[in-house]
């Protein structure tokens, strides 16, 4: 089975030279090739992947303008020439038996259409935590990098990021996906998830300075799947407010805490709690700090508990 490793790219040149190509190129299973799309990028991407063409056959490279991830990931999968597609971020890593066991299982498991494998995260310093791969709900089911799935999800069962999110894209084609295809959760670490710890100490690079558009695409988001949220009962429904919750609260603390009551009032449980508490300050700022340091915490204690290295 030829595999088709899909990389979208914007303004990703040194990771695309140091991570994502390198990891791509390393692969024990030789049947595949790479794609990567550049979203408008104007940094030196075009150069790095010509670097990397120059050594190799198995490389193809596509600029489209500008129009984000969805569209990115897209247009690699139409030009695509993989029985099977792998989406690798252009920061992120395939470990080198990625294709061979994403093969083993589709060869001995025919009826499995996407593979979604355990995954290794990975710090600026080296350090490493295993997280594995286990079966949850639907409605937390998101599709994205690290993913691999037949190329029929697409061609035959017409399912396809939607271009016009901006964010949750992910989620929105897991969800359409789940409904109808058949998953397979594999347990063992074959992707690799680069993070700066620091992320999480940094409110510009980690609650987005533009809020009030992610909140908007959300809004397209929660139309679009909410009878799909609201089929799964209240814990899904709760699940829904909170996120909306999040999306508010950097900008409207007084809507978040609503959001936030109501995620606790369908769904009893401490997360949502704990939000509507930092949610009482009642200031976008405080709870910005707030946040910023609560999940700086949780990644801390997910890194220690799940470290391999």
Do not use: W
């Given at each position: 089975m030829f595999a088709t490793i899909i990389i979208p790219a914007y303004n990703r040149a040194r990771a695309l030279r140091e991570k994502s190509l390198p990891s791509a190129l390393s692969q024990t299973e030789k049947d595949f090739e790479v794609v990567v799309v550049d979203d408008g990028s104007s940094d030196d991407t075009k150069n790095a992947v010509s670097d990397f063409e120059a050594r190799q056959n198995n490389i193809r490279y596509f600029h489209q303008d500008n129009a984000g991830v969805s569209a990115a990931r897209n247009h690699g999968v139409n030009k695509a020439r993989g029985e099977i597609i792998v989406f690798l971020d252009s920061?992120?890593?395939?470990?080198?038996?990625?294709?061979?066991?994403?093969?083993?299982?589709?060869?001995?498991?025919?009826?499995?259409?996407?593979?979604?494998?355990?995954?290794?995260l990975r710090d600026e310093f080296g350090q490493e935590s295993y997280f594995k791969s286990e079966a949850r709900p639907k409605w937390m089911i998101g599709l994205g990098g690290?993913?691999?799935?037949?190329?029929?999800?697409?061609?035959?069962?017409?399912?396809?990021?939607?271009?016009?999110?901006?964010?949750?894209?992910?989620?929105?084609?897991?969800?359409?996906?789940?409904?109808?295809?058949?998953?397979?959760?594999?347990?063992?670490?074959?992707?690799?998830?680069?993070?700066?710890?620091?992320?999480?100490?940094?409110?510009s690079r980690n609650l987005s300075t533009d809020s009030q558009k992610l909140l908007k695409n959300f809004s397209r988001f929660k139309a679009r799947n909410f009878e799909f949220y609201r089929s799964y009962g209240p814990p899904a429904l709760s699940y829904l407010y909170f996120w909306e919750g999040t999306l508010t609260a950097s900008f409207d603390t007084a809507a978040s805490r609503k959001l936030f009551w109501t995620s606790f009032i369908l769904h009893k449980n401490i997360?949502?709690?704990?939000?509507?508490?930092?949610?009482?300050?009642?200031?976008?700022?405080?709870?910005?700090?707030?946040?910023?340091?609560?999940?700086?915490?949780?990644?801390?204690?997910?890194?220690?508990?799940?470290?391999?290295?």
């Open positions: 920061d992120d890593e395939l470990r080198p038996e990625y294709l061979s066991e994403a093969k083993k299982v589709f060869s001995e498991q025919p009826a499995v259409e996407i593979i979604i494998p355990g995954f290794i690290g993913i691999a799935l037949k190329k029929s999800v697409f061609t035959q069962r017409k399912i396809f990021y939607d271009e016009l999110l901006e964010n949750s894209e992910d989620s929105d084609f897991g969800f359409r996906a789940a409904a109808v295809c058949n998953i397979i959760f594999l347990n063992k670490p074959l992707y690799v998830y680069n993070f700066h710890s620091d992320i999480y100490l940094d409110g997360r949502s709690l704990v939000y509507f508490l930092m949610s009482l300050s009642g200031s976008p700022t405080v709870y910005r700090k707030l946040y910023r340091v609560l999940i700086f915490l949780i990644r801390y204690y997910k890194v220690l508990k799940n470290k391999t290295k």
